[in-house]
């Protein structure tokens, strides 16, 4: 059964930082690609970063240089860090595990998330 439990949210101020935490089991972590996904109230859920087994990032334009993904395959650990954060940066932050279906992965396993709340 698989498990991602998220923690590390709260309420900070514009321009401060938080690192949110997603402890995986269940998955073969060191060879899973992981992402952070959000919520924002009244949006879609968006795709803030991901990482490959390989740990090659990528990120979405509204976080690249403030935002930083990383991976302690040893731990089982997915990490956000947050930096410089915004207001438009609230919402509920989600860890995802991805899964190979049809020769495609896809983001199939997910956390209760973590609220992260900036005030301005």
């Known amino acids: 059964q698989v498990q991602l439990v998220e923690s590390g949210g709260g309420l900070v101020q514009a321009g401060g930082s938080l690192r949110l935490s997603c402890a995986a089991t269940?998955?073969?972590?060191?060879?899973?690609?992981m992402y952070w996904y959000r919520q924002a109230p009244g949006r879609q859920r968006e795709l803030v970063a991901s990482?490959?087994?390989?740990?090659?990032?990528n990120y979405a334009d509204s976080v690249k240089g403030r935002f930083t993904i990383s991976r302690d395959n040893a731990r089982g650990t997915l990490y956000l860090q947050l930096n410089s954060l915004k207001a438009d940066d609230t919402a509920v932050y989600y860890c995802?595990?991805?899964?190979?279906?049809?020769?495609?992965?896809?983001?199939?396993?997910w956390g209760q998330g973590t609220q992260v709340t900036v005030s301005s």
């Open positions: 995802s595990a991805a899964r190979l279906r049809d020769g495609t992965y896809h983001a199939d396993y």
């Open positions: 269940g998955i073969t972590f060191s060879i899973t690609p």
């Open positions: 990482i490959s087994s390989s740990g090659s990032t």
